[in-house]
C-alpha cells in the first residue's frame, strides 16, 4: 500500500498523559498536513510541513501541541497533558507541490481521552 | 473571516435517485475547490476544481464551479447504497495560507435500497 499512513489507528488515554501519532506520506510527497476532526465537523487545519520546514501552524495548535518532521520523511505530532476536549479524530494528508496539488489523506488516528 | 458552507447537512434517498450537494464558500485569494468523500474514515479525494464552468465527471459522479457566484455543485446520478457517505468541500487559497484548507462540515448522504 503506498498510500499515506498512520499510527495508531486509535488511542485510549487518560486526561493528563501525553500522547504521539505518526504519520508516514506518500514517498515522492514533500507536503504533510495534520487536520483534526470533531463529531460531526470538517476536518480542521492544525499545521502543515514543505520537507522539514514547518510553515504554518493553526492558532488551534495550542502550546501542547508540537508536531516535527526531522528529516523531512515522516511526521510526529505531540500532544501534552492532553484534555478531553482533544478527543478527536487526527488527520494526516500528504502532497506534492506543484500547481495543482491535491492532498490525500491518511486512515486517521482516533483518540479519546478520558 | 474564510468559510465554507455545505448544504443540505444530511440528505436520504432512495436507489435510483439523483442527487445534488451545495458547497457556497467566501474566501480571499480562492485557489482551488475540492470535493472529498468520507465513509467512517479517511477522506478520498473525488475532483479539484479551478476554473469556473467546466464540469469534471468521474462515472455516475460528476461537479461544477461558479467563481462568480462562489459555488460549487457535486451531482450523483443513479446513486447506489455505496454512495452513503459524508461529502466535504474544501477549499485551497493562494499566499501565505496555500495547502491550508477550509473545510464545509459536510453533507451527510444516506441511500435506501
Known amino acids: 500500500d503506498t498510500g499515506v499512513s498512520q499510527d495508531p489507528r486509535h488511542k485510549i488515554t487518560k486526561r493528563g498523559q501525553n500522547v504521539t501519532f505518526r504519520c508516514d506520506p506518500i514517498s515522492e510527497h514533500n507536503r504533510l498536513y495534520w487536520y483534526r476532526q470533531t463529531l460531526g465537523q470538517g476536518p480542521e487545519f492544525l499545521t502543515y510541513f514543505q520537507n522539514e520546514a514547518q510553515l504554518e501552524k493553526s492558532r488551534l495548535l495550542s502550546d501542547r501541541f508540537s508536531a516535527e518532521r526531522p528529516k523531512g520523511s515522516f511526521s510526529t505530532l505531540e500532544i501534552q497533558r492532553t484534555e478531553q476536549g482533544d478527543s478527536a479524530m487526527y488527520l494526516c494528508a500528504s502532497s506534492l507541490r506543484t500547481d495543482q496539488e491535491t492532498q490525500y489523506f491518511g486512515p486517521g488516528t482516533r483518540l479519546l481521552v478520558l | ?113
Open chain 2, 1 to 113: 473571516e474564510d468559510k465554507v458552507v455545505q448544504s443540505p447537512l444530511s440528505l436520504v434517498v432512495h436507489e435510483g435517485d439523483t442527487v445534488t450537494l451545495n458547497c457556497s464558500y467566501e474566501v480571499t485569494n480562492f485557489r482551488s475547490l475540492l470535493w472529498y468523500k468520507q465513509e467512517k474514515k479517511a477522506p478520498t479525494f473525488l475532483f479539484m476544481l479551478t476554473s469556473s464552468g467546466i464540469e469534471k465527471k468521474s462515472g455516475r459522479l460528476s461537479s461544477i464551479l461558479d467563481k462568480k457566484e462562489l459555488f460549487s455543485i457535486l451531482n450523483i446520478t443513479a446513486t447506489q447504497t455505496g454512495d452513503s457517505a459524508v461529502y466535504l468541500c474544501a477549499v485551497d487559497r493562494y499566499g501565505g495560507s496555500q495547502g491550508n484548507l477550509i473545510f464545509g462540515k459536510g453533507t451527510k448522504l444516506s441511500v435506501k435500497p
